[in-house]
């Protein structure tokens, strides 16, 4: 059952500048006017808010364009098919943090695209030189990553057996000794802020700026490598594994592990 949206039949749509007004929307694509249906679609729906959904309706099968707009906009948006052409095909569309997650590869990259939200946050504080307003986020991103490493340490990991290889050129062991240098610019960052605070002064901030920018690009490359390969993989053997019944009770220990995102610290 889905609800009955208005259909906003808008006049012009030609632009790129559209700027929905109502919570739940409406985007039919042939309505784009000069835009290609990607474009149009990508635009509509990167400024989809929490509790809003979206319905989207294509004059053909949008599944291709969807996949493409998702992944353009990192896995934001979750779309279902909800009606199938044609002539008309319909797509519901909501914020992915709107829906449960349905597997570890959703569960961990929401919550790597939190922390580097808060680890952004920090990093635009720290570049005007406001070290107090960076702490905050400073402190809800060590808690969250701290948080985040131990579950894939320690409850993720073991719980894949996967063949390690002697000189550590496997994934799990390239995990393990990313996550080391992750926790310890982490700490040096933390170190920066702290003796900035401390001292007042602009002089320690490059520090920090140099060590956040490290950091950001070690983050960028150990979460791609996750989610494309990692994550995936571990997906696929708990898919694999008999029964099922302990995938789902292994999701819900992370789940209750990562906390609901609220940056509570545990
Ligand atoms: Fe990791
Ligand atoms: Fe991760």
């Not at 992915?96 to 597997?103: E, I, K, L, W, Y």
């Not at 053997?237 to 990562?258: F, H, N, T, Y």
Request: aromatic share 4%; charged share 25%; with cysteine.
């Amino acid at each position: 059952m889905h609800s009955a949206n208005h259909h906003h039949r808008g006049s012009s749509h030609g632009s790129g500048n559209v700027k929905p007004a109502t919570r739940d929307r409406t985007v039919d694509l042939r309505q784009r006017g000069d835009l290609a249906a990607h474009s149009y679609a990508y635009y509509m729906l990167r400024t989809l808010e929490p509790g809003q959904v979206c319905e989207l309706i294509a004059d053909e099968d949008p599944r291709l364009l969807m996949d493409g707009v998702s992944l353009q906009l990192r896995g934001r948006i979750h779309w279902e098919l909800v009606e199938e052409g044609p002539p008309l095909w319909k797509v519901r569309v909501r914020p992915r943090d709107d829906t449960p997650a349905g597997s570890l590869t959703d569960l961990l990259s929401r919550d790597h695209e939190r922390l580097d939200r808060l680890f952004a946050h920090a990093l635009a504080c720290v570049n005007r030189t406001d070290v107090a307003a960076a702490q905050p986020y400073m402190h809800a991103f060590g808690a969250g990553i701290r948080r985040h490493l131990r579950v894939e340490n320690e409850v993720l990991a073991p719980a894949f057996v996967a063949p390690r290889d002697p000189l550590g050129a496997d994934p799990t062991s390239t995990m393990l000794r990313e996550h080391d240098q992750i926790l310890e610019q982490v700490a040096m960052i933390e170190t920066c802020l702290e003796d900035a605070a401390a001292a007042g002064d602009g002089e320690p901030l490059n520090e920090a700026v140099t060590f956040m920018a490290l950091l950001s690009g070690t983050l960028a490359k150990h979460e791609h490598r996750e989610e494309q390969n990692l994550f995936p993989h571990w997906d696929r053997a708990l898919a694999q594994a008999p029964g099922g019944e302990g995938g789902q009770a292994l999701l819900q220990r992370v789940i209750d592990l990562l906390g609901d995102g609220t940056g509570g610290d545990k």
